[in-house]
Structures are given as C-alpha cells and as structure tokens.
C-alpha cells in the first residue's frame, strides 16, 4: 500500500503542471526579494530625500508604552514596543505595485506573442489549403485529387 502511495505521489509531481507551478513558486519568491531590494533600496531612499530626509521603514506610529519615545523603529522593536508599522506597510504596497505592473506587462506581452503566432498560421493554413469544389472540404493547395470525395481537380 505504502508503495502505491509513493508511486502515485511520483506521478502526481513529475506531471507537467506540477513543475511548472513548483518552478514558478521558486521564481516568483527570487522576484519578489529582486522587488523588495529595489524598493528598498532604490526607490525609497531617493523619495526619502526629496521629503525631508524621511527614511521610510522608520516611520511607526508607537501604542505602548506610552511614557517612553525610541529615535528609531528597530530600537522600539527590540525594546518590546507595540507599533504600527506604516513606513513599511508603504514600502510593501509600493513593491506589490511593482510586482502587480510587471506582471501585467509580462502577460500582456506573452498573449501579444501568441496572437501573432496564431495570425501567422491561421495566414499560412489559408495560403497552403484550398477548398474542393465539390464537397467543400480544405484540402492541400498542391493536390489534384481530393482525399474526401476522390474528385479529379482542375488545376
């Protein structure tokens, strides 16, 4: 039984779709870091700059304890602080809006591609058949007998 089940498991992940979905998990993961990077370290900081100098995985809001400031966000974290992150949560939708258009600008140019691929055979199958006369089925533009009906055919 316990061999069937392995065997049955085997099958399940070696089909197509599965490694598919497994190498675009892997991918997606290694993106979003390559997003969360250029966020962080790029877009951030320049846009840091031009607000006065405002680091933006700084900025929270702080519940508890309310007697106490801490001059940064790590410091407030690593005493016990209840905070509000917001400066992340803004650097984390700015990533997922990166990650959204890029997305969509991948997609949309992957359908581009296959309607074009789809026009051209289309355009190649209607250049490379024609239709019988006699019983209107497309056959090869090259043949002088048509394989349905065996129908001679006039050049």
Request: proline share 4%; with cysteine; charged share 20%.
């Amino acid at each position: 039984m316990f061999k069937n089940l392995v065997k049955e498991l085997k099958e399940f992940i070696l089909k197509g779709n599965v490694l598919d979905m497994a190498i675009g998990i892997i991918i997606g993961a290694a993106f979003g870091k390559v997003v969360d990077s250029f966020v962080k370290d790029i877009i951030m900081p320049p846009i840091g700059l031009l607000l006065g100098k405002v680091d933006f995985s700084n900025l929270y809001l702080q519940i508890y304890p309310h007697n106490i400031h801490y001059s940064t966000f790590e410091a407030a974290k690593n005493a016990g602080a209840v905070t509000i992150n917001y400066g992340i949560f803004f650097n984390n939708v700015i990533s997922f809006l990166i990650v959204g258009c890029s997305v969509f600008l991948m997609i949309k140019s992957i359908n581009a591609l296959k309607n074009k691929m789809q026009k051209e055979k289309l355009e190649q199958n209607v250049i490379s058949q024609k239709e019988c006369p006699y019983c209107f089925t497309q056959i090869p533009i090259k043949a002088v007998k048509c394989p349905n009906c065996t129908s001679e055919l006039k050049k």
